[in-house]
Structure formats: structure tokens, C-alpha cells
């Protein structure tokens, strides 16, 4: 089947230090992978997305590289912020039976102290 | 732009009562659905819609009902609220083929204790 596996935490880093979150996935096709971030007391939002091997998406100072051949889905960041703080849940969507299927991680909560 | 707008955010039930989750979005997208986000189970699939009048089970569907009378609307019912069913209840939508391009839409939730 298809699944998620990444890092659940919960981590606590200084403000300025580099962030690791690992994801690696199962698949039977070939998936879109995403990250989403959850902010306390909301809900989640797309924080960044890949849709094929190779391709890399980045936004906030956030990246992650799609790497088929480790089937893996790495998001780094060089140097965090306070408000950087929430949960961070690594996914994938693949297209079967008429529908996108979206699978999600159990999720990592981060807290970045000043 | 709206969004997915849910309601209520924070609702109280007793065991055995029944309630409805509202869930609307107003961007025309085909695909909705619910999940429940529980601590270390990240989020489950409940039920999804991929348009109206069009239904179907997810990973955790027992005590859960739906249904898809318009595109806007996807509300979620409990028949008979549990202690199991706390938890905190997601709403996300799609355009049914791009979803894996351009990501879901979520609401920001509904925490429902059943006590």
C-alpha cells in the first residue's frame, strides 16, 4: 500500500539552526509529494510540493528534493525562525480509481526557541 | 475568497448524541473530504466526495456519515457520538485532477470532545 514515514519529534531547536525533517514513502505509482504546516490553532497549508524525481520545491527558506531512487523526501532549512514553530507533515497524492488519494505522515511538531 | 469554512470550531457532545459537521468551500472544487487528526496518528481519511451525489469510505469510515447534495457542501454526521470520535476534524478540498499539483485546501477545524 501507500505510506508515509517521517521523524515525529517532537524537536526543539535554538533560533538560526539548520532543520532536518526526514520523510521517506511507499508508493505503487508515481506520486506528487508535499510538505504542509500546521500553526497552533489552525489549520494545515501547503508549504511546499513536488511532482516528479528531481524536482525541488522551496518557499519560506523551506526545501525538499524528490528522490525517487531513495524514495525520500527530505525538507531542510538553513536557519530557523521562532515563528517557525508548528507541526510539519510530510505527504503523498496519487491519482487511482477515479480520484486523488492524499496520505499523510503522523506529523512532527517543531518548537524554535529564541 | 472564503476557502473551506467549517463549523462549528469547538463543539461538546455526550455519548450517544448525534451532531453534523459542516464543511463548505467556495472555490468549485470537485473533490472534498474529512479526516481526523489524532495525536501520533497524524491525519486519517474518513470519507471523500469526488462530486455531488458521488460518496465514498476512507480509512477510518464506522460512526461516520456523509453526503454531496452540492458541490459546496460536504457536511459530516455522527449518529451516535462516541468517546472514541474526540479528536480534531479537517476538512480539505481539490480540483479532483490537479490535486496533486496545486495541493489541498484546508479549514481550520472542528475540535469535538465526546464525553
Known amino acids: 500500500g501507500n505510506s508515509v514515514t517521517q521523524m515525529e519529534g517532537p524537536v526543539t531547536l535554538s533560533e538560526e539552526a539548520f532543520l532536518t525533517i526526514n520523510c521517506t514513502y511507499t508508493a505503487t505509482g508515481y506520486p506528487s509529494l508535499f510538505w504542509y504546516v500546521q500553526y497552533p490553532g489552525e489549520g494545515l497549508q501547503l508549504l511546499l510540493k513536488?511532482?516528479?524525481?528531481?524536482d525541488k520545491g522551496s518557499n519560506k527558506g523551506f526545501e525538499a528534493t524528490y528522490r525517487k531512487e531513495t524514495t525520500s523526501f527530505h525538507l531542510e532549512k538553513g536557519s530557523v525562525q521562532v515563528s517557525d514553530s508548528a507541526v510539519y507533515f510530510c505527504?503523498?497524492?496519487?491519482?487511482?480509481?477515479?480520484?486523488?488519494?492524499?496520505?499523510f505522515g503522523k506529523g512532527m511538531k517543531l518548537t524554535v526557541n529564541p | 475568497n472564503a476557502g473551506v469554512t467549517q463549523t462549528p470550531k469547538f463543539q461538546v457532545l455526550k455519548t450517544g448524541q448525534s451532531m453534523t459537521l459542516q464543511c463548505a468551500q467556495d472555490m468549485n472544487h470537485e473533490y472534498m473530504s474529512w479526516y481526523r487528526q489524532d495525536p501520533g496518528m497524524g491525519l486519517r481519511l474518513i470519507h471523500y466526495?469526488?462530486?455531488?451525489?458521488?460518496?465514498d469510505q476512507g480509512e477510518v469510515p464506522n460512526g461516520y456519515n456523509v453526503s454531496r447534495s452540492t458541490t459546496e457542501d460536504f457536511p459530516l454526521r455522527l449518529l451516535s457520538a462516541a468517546p472514541s470520535q474526540t479528536s480534531v476534524y479537517f476538512c480539505a478540498s481539490s480540483y479532483l485532477r490537479t490535486g496533486g499539483t496545486y495541493g489541498y485546501t484546508f479549514g481550520s477545524g472542528t475540535r469535538l470532545t465526546v464525553v
Open positions: 466526495s469526488v462530486g455531488a451525489g458521488i460518496t
Open positions: 505527504a503523498l497524492s496519487l491519482f487511482q480509481g477515479g480520484s486523488e488519494k492524499l496520505v
Open positions: 513536488a511532482t516528479k524525481a528531481d
